[in-house]
């Protein structure tokens, strides 16, 4: 993001200068990279919070196939509120970028620490309690994180685990008439050989088979089933080919057998391993209230609206209507202000009077104009995005034939250049927005 906002990450992924977002992120160092995102250290400017920015290019996600991905991702974090999954606390956007605003674990990746040194059965133990209960959240919620491993798991500053990317997961409605998911996905040491199989899968048993693999990992200190050679590899797991190490416990061995079950049918569930003796010892059954998966705020003053449902509006992920000066050749346009409703409201008041259009107020944020004979109708709404900062939405109806230059006129030239002054442009606006 550093490099989009005009300025160059030095060599150890410090940026320049400081670059802020939308008034609200100080912009820090790169943490990584992906196909088409990448993922910063941030500070709530308000807070002193620290958060993870996920920086996603809208033009490498269209052309590369993947909005399904993102609107998915998007749609999955905002169902799930849980102490061990990273959260999403909001999303902002601008004409070429989306940005995910995340819970910043600042351990950094588990797969880091087992890399030194494999963990006790204890610690083990630990971190698995943390990730089934995750898991099983997740399932409840209709949620099938499909690329469970290592690298996504992440610790926080008390070391506790946290589920991370849900690029790949699934949701209920995926699943087709036979019950099964189709979608080949995964990383190949960690995925199920149900999967392999191209038959379909039930995406709750492979998430399972996945936290089984993470389990040997934690424990013996490398993967049950690898080969330098792909396709001996996949030979290994369809045959469930592997042993464990002398030093695992009995319980262990017999749990990770159960676990690692080739058969998804007979393969251990997620309500059976809190019942399994050797996952049971110094459990703690977790509560928790599932506040805030709206990500939403006070609705007392007017119309709410978060940037999800901005993203919802735009189809195709074209979101230059809420940023752009774009010809008013369709029915509806949309820009961000931060100023009050009120005014905004004020100056459209203040332009519909001197053209002798009726203006009729509406009970929450917004406005309907009428006039000149039926040749000027427009509805205007403003929606909160945050406490300073609002999307001012206008409609405009169908004109009859040959009745539009009044329209323009009132529009273009006397309405648009008022509530232009009023739109927001980030100082730091990506480069070529």
Known sequence: MAEEFGNSPSANGEASQVVNLFG????????????FAKVYHARNVRTGQSVAIKAVSKQKVVKGGFTGHVTREISILRRLRHPHVVKLFEVLATKAKIYFVLEFAKGG??????????????????????????????????????????????????????????????????????????TLCGTPAYVAPEILGKK????????VWSCGIILFVLVAGYLPFNDTNLMNMYRK????????????????????????????????????ILLDPWFKKDYKEMNFHLEGIELKVSRENGNFLNAFDIISFSSGFNLSGLFNDSDISVSRERFISTEAPAKILDIVAEVAMSENVTVKKKETWGAKLEGLEGNFAMIIEIFKLSDNMVMVEIKQKELRLGSSSDHQEIWKHKLRPKLDDLIYRPENSVSGE
């Open 24 to 35: 609200k992120y100080e912009l820090g160092k790169l943490l990584g990279c992906g196909a």
């Open 109 to 182: 990746e588990l797969f880091s620490k087992v890399a030194k040194g494999r963990f006790s059965e204890d610690l083990s133990r630990r971190y698995f309690q943390q990730l089934i209960t995750a898991v099983g959240h997740c399932h409840a919620r209709g949620v099938f994180h499909r690329d469970l491993k290592l690298e996504n798991l992440l610790l926080d500053e008390n070391l506790d685990l946290k589920i991370s990317d849900f690029g790949l997961s699934a949701l209920n409605d995926q699943i087709r008439p036979d019950g099964m998911l189709h």
């Open 200 to 207: 379909g899968y039930d995406g709750a048993k492979v998430d």
């Open 237 to 272: 797991i369809y045959k469930g080919d592997f042993r464990c190490p002398k030093w695992t416990s009995p319980d262990l061995r017999r749990f990770l057998s159960r676990l690692l079950d080739t058969n998804p049918e007979t393969r251990i569930t997620v309500d059976e």
